[in-house]
């Protein structure tokens, strides 16, 4: 598969996913969804083309090329930039992008949301679209200016089968009258939300802010146990600084010894913008305000820059080294230095352990190695911010050998040249789903869909595509599972991670090692 083909495959995969996120972000047919699906359908048109003799018109695989990224990764790379706080260069992006006022309004909607929940309400009003009738309410109660929310929320409770701002907004104005002591029709506005609720076309966002709603009735009135009742488990959607925040408020209303500690659960859970609401409330519970440090996620990007160094040193080799002669054809210089060989006599140690790791370290292109590093600095900061930076490279290093040694026993007899990092970041994958498999929230369960079709993607992908190695992959994951479900069996703290960690980085460090010696013999 050629480089290009490649490219329009990963636009492809990622537009199938894109496309239907736009069409719940804007109507089927206007710019937003139209754009993303002419963009999907172009890249996999060249994706035949490559693998079939369907005819390529002349200039697809270019246009693909440039506008399919814009197009399909264009929206992800402006959420990124909002959660980043950079919302004057996404708007930019937006407008720039799509045209129309409705493409706009759609993803500007969408942004302000992100930075809604980031706390950054000078970024969501930037955000906010002309007209938009949601965001000015959230955005009052975000500032707790609840006369605001009142007179700007409509009277009457939407109607069945209203789209999911709309019943935001009605949250937001019960949460608004239990604030002004407005009991009673806060009350009797939920009792309408619960039997809403339990209509055949009632949807998640109605069943949130039903359940939602109703635990903050049960906390104005000091009712403990109903709080915690109706919050679990967690509605969909709801941010865990605000369900903890509940929590506390009933716990203040009836005066119970864990006010203070679920306050700092809440501010240590909430974003910084948000936090010194909590610490005020920490502060009359007589409690001490914990001081928090950013968690950075060092070992995914250290291990990411790794690889992407180690590409680098791969161009390098291929360009001033030596191929190998072997019983199969010449192999360029990285790949006889590294690649995990099968059947491959004549290459220097062909057979050696090392090599169950080492082909992590060298890739077939570019876009191969753009894409592993990508996913693999996505899927890790997840990882490391629930578990550690050793089961980070603890589930790195079991996918890439579990890889290796299911491809050996799958493929026996056969020739295989296996190299790239997919075995270890599946791997990765693999740790995150036996962590979220175990999970009660409604973010782990939404989290295990995804990861489970992003799998099943990549396993059809696996075969369907020459080329690509499909024991590699189902190695990794399988890899990576293992080590997930050891872990948890594992005593908890850091100690065994930390472990794990240092085990692991001296096996990466040293096959390193070997691969640079084995390299620098094959210079000419």
Known sequence: MSQTALLALVILVSGVYAVRWANRLAPPRSELPLKTTLATVAAGWVVAGDLTTVPVPDGLDLVVAVLGPLYVFGPLAAAALVRGGRT???????????????????????LAGIALQRGDLHGAERLAPEGDAVLPVLLAARRRAWDEVLAAAPAEVPATGAQS????????RIQALLELDATEEAAERIRVLEVRAEEPDAGPALHAAARLSAARLAAARGRVEETRRRLNPPPEGVPAHELFATLAEAAARARHAAEGDLWTRAFAAAPPPLRA??????RAAGGTVPELRPVRPWGTWALTGALLLAYLGQ????????AVPTSVGRLDPSWAAAAFLLGVPGAPAADAWWRTLSYAYVHGNLIHIALNAWVLFDVGRMLEGRRHWGDLTAAFVAGTAM????????????VVVLVGASGGVLGV???????????????????????LQWILLIGVLSVAVPGVSLWGHVGGVVGGLLWGFARQGAPAGAGVSRVAGYLSVSLLVGVAGIVVSNGVGLLR
Request: glycine letters at 12%; hydrophobic letters at 50%; a positive charge.
């Open 277 to 282: 609401r909590y610490a005020e409330r920490i």
């Open 315 to 322: 161009v390098g080799l291929d360009r001033f080294g030596t």
């Open 429 to 451: 994958a693999g740790a995150l789903l036996a962590d979220v498999l175990r999970g009660r929230g409604a973010a782990d369960r939404q989290l295990t869909r995804a990861l």
């Open 165 to 172: 701002g709309a019943w935001s907004v009605e949250a937001a």
């Open 403 to 414: 890889g290796a040694y299911l491809t050996q026993v799958a493929q026996a007899g056969q």
């Open 88 to 110: 004057r260069f996404a708007t930019t992006a937006v407008d720039a992008l799509y045209w129309t006022p409705v493409g706009r309004a759609a993803l500007r909607r969408f």
